[in-house]
């Protein structure tokens, strides 16, 4: 079973940066890609971002493109997402997932899951 744990979530003003990590334990980010979604009070959890596993292909959700950026550090079995010009629309829990085939955007592509962090964008 691996166990991601999310960290970086906090309370930022419209504007502002975060950024966001995810470990896992050993090497287990080389099980496949990795990929963040984000799930908003009374929403579904949607697509944010993923990378592969040798971090040579990316993709973005159009809502991100330009502000958001996944980059991954295997060394140091670390998944991040930097976070700027935050707006309220980005307010939402946040989730690593890990163990995809390909750079999916589905969750059903994703099997191993951390608990998430909370990223809350004040106006």
């Known amino acids: 079973q691996v166990q991601l744990v999310e960290s970086g979530g906090g309370l930022v003003q419209a504007g502002g940066s975060l950024r966001l990590s995810c470990v896992a334990p050993?090497?287990?980010?080389?099980?496949?890609?990795t990929g963040w979604f984000r799930q908003a009070p009374g929403k579904e959890r949607v697509f944010v971002a993923a990378i592969s596993r040798s971090g040579g292909i990316t993709r973005h959700a159009d809502s991100v493109k330009g502000r958001f950026t996944i980059s991954r550090d295997n060394a140091k079995n670390t998944v991040f997402l930097q976070m700027n010009s935050l707006n309220p629309e980005d307010t939402a829990r946040y989730y690593c997932a890990t163990g995809a085939a390909v750079v999916g955007v589905r969750e059903d592509q994703y099997p191993y899951w951390g608990q998430g962090t909370q990223v809350t964008v004040s106006s």
């Open positions: 050993g090497r287990s980010f080389t099980t496949g890609a």
